[in-house]
């Protein structure tokens, strides 16, 4: 909240700032990430505040009532985030394949390139379609005050990054499919962001340790990290009766990336979003098929973006579903 207030009160002197610095180098947008960060630090606040409001007055909550409270305000947050984003930084999403986000909530396997791509199963499932997401999530976000408070309330599991596919990682996300309900699950599988740096550093891994065949079906694509396949195949081991949706995007990777935001890498541009549903009855019990799924899975995920990377990147009149 003190860092919301201070910038707020000197929005006076960073934004002529940014927007003359803007205009005196003709390109660039550090106006549009000073305002997202401001933006960030408010809905931070509001959340945090709202959060305690629920903690207050929940005393007499019901599980259900207490989760779902506490999941309305995950879902505002990571949402009003995207929906700012959008606005400041210039971009807008053009979305294909949302009947599939249609029926019952799904696994949703997602590609990740950057923290923006987080926000994308609660602005275009969870809001839209009113169900509640369990979220695997990487424990690094805990620094995020809102997210700390907010998500450790709700069936998330917040992943130690260097655990690697361990046991008791492995129970943890397992856990996530106990009492399902009508709720769905959000995991990427690829564990990290992508990069050409940690792409070249997964194929070494695989060959150092003897993965040969892992290490063949990895250096097919090239867009993505191979999905890792501890978490998800252990959901898919033990799915209840979920459906599966995959999301494949491409447009995001410049916001890894500060000085490529600073330089309006996102201004006036298209993040391509896709998603596709696979039905509970068309996947296989067996693990090996599973494995062999999933990578197959990510070899579409990989030609989805080798084909939507070089589409135009105008800003579309409407963007679909949006």
Not at 124 to 134: H, S
Not at 169 to 198: M, N, Q, Y
Request: charged share 25%; aromatic share 8%; glycine share 10%.
């Amino acid at each position: 909240p003190l860092a919301a207030v201070s910038m707020l009160v000197l929005a006076p002197l960073w934004a002529p700032a940014g927007w003359l610095l803007d205009r005196a180098r003709g390109r660039g947008d550090v106006l549009g990430v000073l305002a997202m960060g401001q933006a960030y630090l408010l809905y931070e606040t509001a959340g945090i505040l709202v959060s305690i409001w629920i903690w207050l007055t929940g005393f007499a909550d019901s599980p259900q009532r207490w989760a779902e409270r506490n999941g309305r305000l995950q879902d505002w947050w990571a949402s009003s985030l995207m929906r700012a984003a959008r606005r400041l930084l210039g971009f807008e999403l053009r979305v294909e394949g949302l009947t599939a986000l249609e029926g019952p909530a799904p696994l949703l396997l997602l590609r990740h390139a950057s923290l923006l791509d987080t926000l994308l199963p609660a602005t275009l499932l969870a809001v839209p379609r009113r169900v509640r997401l369990r979220y695997v999530l990487k424990s690094e976000l805990l620094w995020d005050p809102c997210l700390d408070v907010n998500g450790n309330r709700l069936r998330n599991h917040f992943t130690l990054r260097g655990a690697g596919d361990g046991e008791t990682e492995i129970a943890a996300v397992t856990a996530l499919l106990d009492d399902i309900g009508d709720e769905g699950i959000a995991i990427c599988p690829e564990g990290t962001r992508f990069s050409e740096d940690k792409r070249r550093h997964t194929l070494e891994r695989l060959r150092e340790r003897g993965r040969d065949a892992l290490a063949g079906l990895a250096a097919e694509l090239q867009h993505t990290l191979p999905p890792r396949l501890g978490g998800p195949l252990a959901l898919l081991q033990n799915n209840p009766a979920l459906d599966v949706d995959v999301c494949a995007h491409t447009g995001f990777e410049p916001t890894a990336s500060l000085s490529q935001l600073f330089a309006g890498a996102m201004r006036g541009t298209t993040v391509h979003v896709g998603f596709w549903r696979i039905g509970f009855d068309e996947l296989s019990k067996d693990v090996d098929a599973q494995r062999e799924w999933l990578f197959g899975q990510w070899r579409r995920v990989d030609q989805w973006i080798a084909s939507h990377a070089a589409a135009p990147t105008s800003r579309p009149a409407r963007a679909e579903g949006c």
